[in-house]
């Protein structure tokens, strides 16, 4: 049977879009969506995954024909056809990644201001309000970006829940300035704007949930912000993201989203838990602590004995 | 254009064994003494990976300290990029460039051999800090975190840095000048292999970025030595301060360390295929395109830092961007093949596997180009499975193309085909399976940089552990190889791919002053299958044929 070339073009052509599209949807490769942010950021890499799949097959396809059809035979010492190029062709193959990369961009830069990213307060270097107030008081020089004015990430000035974070080698400082609760764990009710402020103690962190798709530097002298709205009740890790000392791994804990009455228990339970504990807690949380009471008090996340991690960090 | 404009040669005498390890200022020893350089510190770095990934096979910090673990991946990256890859593509430059455009040696052949021994030092410092701390804040460096673990160690990592980054700068200077001054008076800009276009665009690029490297790092220094405070926030410095302007000369840097070899494959592929290389200006542009891209791309290494939210779209849109002129050279690479005679050896095995790893590299890299995407995976082992195939599946893969390609030409000796075959079967496997994992844990949720992490993060760690082993292995072959080649190889033609870059009109090895006289262009660089207007009835690799027979 003699099918016409551009028949078989035109077949492998829909396989090929079909094949992407699948697998652009069906790759399974994220964790669960705990967010409405996460499902559009998970939408905008199945579009990328569809694309790169297709352009994978299409170049992978190319040299593997070539690898199989274009193989020289033995003893022929000709050369293959003299052709240099072809105008028209190179032309469609530059627009072709130029549209592509265009579409990306548009639609990351819709994703990425639905998540709060463009937000008018916290995507400048130099939030409105304090540079207008800089300038009417004559004091544009004075102004001091260091102290705690500056606020960078994603983030939406309006929230239902604010918690302080405080990033320290290695853990987590969460502190709910509403009650005064303190806890190693960030506890959050479900389908609520949480806008977390950050601050690092000594070196930069990272605060990353991998189920919310987001990730914010936290960095020693500045401020930083990150909201959310987790519509899926759950717990999450909390883990940093960015390399901050021997026990870089070790720097994890948990996030719970959690019903609205589950979440007012905990902060009930935690208000009035006993004053002294908590004492102590801040007393350990807000002095500089030394590296055994550090080592010991995240011995578990490490999952090795504070002796083990004691003696291995003898040297420092 | 001629060749006499330059200030006056040192004369060369006879060759030796003891000039390779003496200040010799022929272009070929130096780019012997570079590679051979370079390829030490391969298996050293490697060595640092393998224990590094040893580690990872289990989820607990059991083999090394955690200590000792940033150590090694720290000292593990910054030997493959300054030691490794960076020397390799200055080894191909400085053997190629001269010999490539008729000259005799490079411009400035003491500034050469000056720059070359600045490596061997720069080397045996940095390994040297493992005797008071090596640093440990990974080959970026940010403080306030290097300014805290270990002072010696982070001194010792930014001299011999400094000192590397310097080797670069002089070598950058004598590229471009024997480029634009030293061709054979027939060869223009446009009848110039695509290696020195693609050495060309390097250059410029080192010599636009490094020194603002330097200027960082000295910065560093002071606040690590003197107490300044430029970057530590205690003192009222920024942090975010050196992540600009480290990330902008090690951004291009990985244009430094991919464009070289770039070229390289332009040069094996249309030899192997025997077809003219396929829209010779547009790889020769793409080449310059990318260079200047690549200058205004930095931020994206900060997305999740102290990057405001407008300054993240401009650097999500110049960042895809590059992937224009990349897909141009793609494209161009497999339009090459297409329709060719493809001799399936060792060097074209490598050619075709750079292009189909590189092309993983390039489409991931489109994706983490994108803001929201990228602040998933920022920091985690998809970025480490990203770069990984671009600079092991790119940039190491055409480094061995390149090696086979022109290892009759430098050693005046074959090598052995079905070793060098083994070895890219070995690698290839090897890496895809160490590196695409990675992918997936990334997305996951494994950040990167730590020793110890969740348990359902083990079968794919151990996957990779797996394929780092095979990686491991795959340097035997090679290995023995180079060394049973040089002792017992055949002794290699003038030319044996009946290539016509005019390299291969002189012997093999060159003679000392390259040529016995001044080359003639008997045509373009990829002229394959071009009849030499119609008074010639053979092509014009039949003739070069019979010249490389006598």
Redesign the interface.
């Known amino acids: 049977m003699n099918i016409p070339g551009n028949i078989i073009t035109l077949i492998a052509g829909i396989l090929l879009t079909l094949i992407s599209l699948w697998y652009g949807q069906n790759h399974g490769l994220m964790p669960v969506e705990a967010s409405q942010g996460a499902a559009e950021v998970d939408e905008l890499f199945n579009l990328m995954m569809t694309i790169a799949t297709g352009l994978f097959l299409i170049v992978e396809g190319v040299l593997v024909y070539c690898l199989i059809k274009f193989r020289r035979k033995k003893g022929d010492k000709t050369d293959g056809p003299g052709i240099e190029g072809n105008v028209p062709l190179e032309i469609v193959w530059t627009a072709i990644p130029t549209v592509i990369v265009f579409i990306l961009a548009l639609y990351s830069f819709e994703v990425y201001n639905n998540m709060g990213g463009l937000d008018p307060e916290t995507s400048r270097d130099f939030p409105q309000g304090e540079m207008q107030m800089a300038e009417n008081q004559g004091k544009m020089v004075a102004f001091n970006p260091h102290q705690g004015h500056l606020s960078l990430g994603i983030g939406n000035a309006k929230a239902d829940l604010e918690v302080d974070v405080n990033g320290i080698q290695y853990a987590w400082i969460f502190t709910y300035p509403d009650s005064g609760v303190v806890s190693g764990e960030l506890h959050v009710p479900v389908n609520k704007q949480v806008k977390l402020n950050m601050k690092a103690g000594d070196v930069i962190h990272a605060f990353w949930v991998p189920q919310l798709r987001l990730k914010q530097d936290v960095l020693p002298g500045r401020d930083s912000n990150l909201a959310f709205n987790s519509n899926r009740i759950g717990d999450y890790p909390i883990v940093c993201a960015e390399l901050c000392g021997a026990y870089h791994g070790g720097m994890k804990t948990v996030l719970h989203v959690e019903s609205e009455e589950d979440y007012q228990k905990w902060i009930q339970e935690n208000t009035f838990a006993n004053a002294q504990e908590k004492a102590d807690t801040m007393a350990l949380m807000t002095q500089p602590i030394t590296q055994e009471s550090r080592l010991e008090m995240h011995s578990h996340h490490l999952g090795v004995h504070p002796e083990i991690l004691a003696q291995l960090h003898d040297h420092d | 254009m001629s060749t006499t404009t330059v200030s006056e040669k040192p004369q060369h005498k006879e060759r030796k064994l003891i000039d390779y390890f003496t200040f010799n200022t022929d272009h070929k020893v130096i780019g012997i003494q570079y590679l051979v350089t370079s390829f030490l510190f391969y298996f050293i770095g490697g060595a640092f990976a393998e224990i590094v990934r040893t580690e990872l096979a289990t989820p607990?910090?059991d083999i090394v300290?955690?200590?000792l673990?940033?150590q090694l991946f720290t000292l593990h990256g910054t030997i493959m990029i300054f030691l490794w890859i960076v020397p390799a593509g200055a080894a191909f430059a400085n053997y190629l460039i001269p010999l490539m455009i008729g000259a005799e040696d490079m411009a400035f052949p003491r500034l050469n051999a000056i720059a070359f021994w600045l490596v061997p030092p720069g080397g045996v410092l940095l390994l040297s800090s493992f005797l008071v701390?090596a640093p440990?804040?990974?080959w970026t460096s940010?403080p306030?975190?290097s300014l805290?673990?270990g002072k010696w160690g982070e001194e010792i990592w930014i001299v011999s840095v400094l000192l590397l980054g310097t080797s670069s700068i002089l070598g950058g200077i004598n590229f471009a000048t024997t480029i634009l001054k030293m061709r054979i008076k027939d060869m223009d800009l446009h009848s110039m292999p695509l290696f020195c276009w693609a050495m060309l665009a390097t250059s410029a690029l080192i010599l636009l970025s490094t020194p603002v490297l330097a200027g960082a790092l000295i910065l560093l220094s002071f606040d690590l030595i003197a107490g300044t405070s430029f970057f530590n926030?205690?003192g009222?410095?920024?942090?975010?301060v050196y992540q600009h302007l480290f990330w902008f000369y090690s951004h291009p840097a990985v244009y430094i360390m991919i464009l070289p070899f770039f070229g390289v494959v332009s040069e094996v592929i249309p030899v192997h295929?025997?077809?003219?290389?396929?829209?010779?200006?547009?790889i020769a542009y793409s080449s310059l395109a990318i260079s200047f891209l690549g200058l205004i791309v930095w931020a994206h290494h900060m997305f999740?830092?102290?990057?405001?939210?407008?300054?993240?779209?401009f650097f999500?849109?110049t960042t895809?961007?590059i992937?224009?002129p990349t897909?141009?050279k793609?494209?161009?690479w497999?339009?090459t093949?297409?329709?060719?005679?493809?001799?399936?050896n060792s060097p074209m095995l490598f050619a075709?596997g750079f292009?189909?790893s590189f092309?993983?590299g390039g489409?991931?890299g489109?994706?983490v180009a994108?803001?929201?995407?990228d602040?998933?995976v920022?920091?985690?082992y998809f970025i480490v499975g990203h770069f990984h195939y671009v600079l092991f599946g790119g940039s190491a893969l055409a480094l061995f193309s390149g090696f086979y390609h022109w290892f009759p030409k430098m050693t005046g000796k074959n090598y052995n085909e079905g070793l060098g075959q083994l070895h890219f079967i070995l690698t290839f496997i090897g890496l895809n399976i160490t590196f695409m994992p990675m992918?997936?844990l990334g997305?996951?949720?494994m950040?990167?940089?730590?020793?110890?992490?969740?348990v359902e993060f083990q079968p794919l760690n151990l996957l990779s552990t797996a394929g780092a082993y095979i990686m491991a292995v795959s340097t035997i072959p090679f290995i023995i190889n180079v060394i049973w080649s040089l002792a017992k190889g055949t002794q290699a033609e003038r030319n044996p791919w009946?290539a016509l870059t005019i390299e291969w009109q002189t012997a093999s090895p060159p003679i000392i002053e390259n040529f016995e006289e001044e080359p003639i262009l008997w045509s373009g660089p990829?002229?394959?299958?071009?009849?030499d207007e119609e008074e010639e009835e053979e092509?014009v690799?039949?003739m070069l044929?019979d010249v490389s027979a006598k």
């Open positions: 607990d910090p300290s955690p200590e673990y940033n701390g440990q804040s990974g940010y306030p975190l805290m673990s926030p205690t009222g410095g920024d942090p975010v295929s025997r077809k003219p290389i396929f829209g010779y200006r547009a999740t830092s102290g990057t405001p939210g407008w300054l993240r779209m999500m849109a895809m961007l992937a224009v897909g141009i793609i494209f161009s497999c339009a093949m297409w329709g060719g005679k493809i001799e399936l075709m292009v189909s092309l993983i489409l991931t489109v994706m994108s803001v929201p995407f602040i998933h920022h920091d985690t992918h997936q997305l996951m949720g950040n990167r940089r730590i020793a110890l992490y969740d009946r990829y002229d394959y299958g071009i009849d092509s690799s039949d044929a």
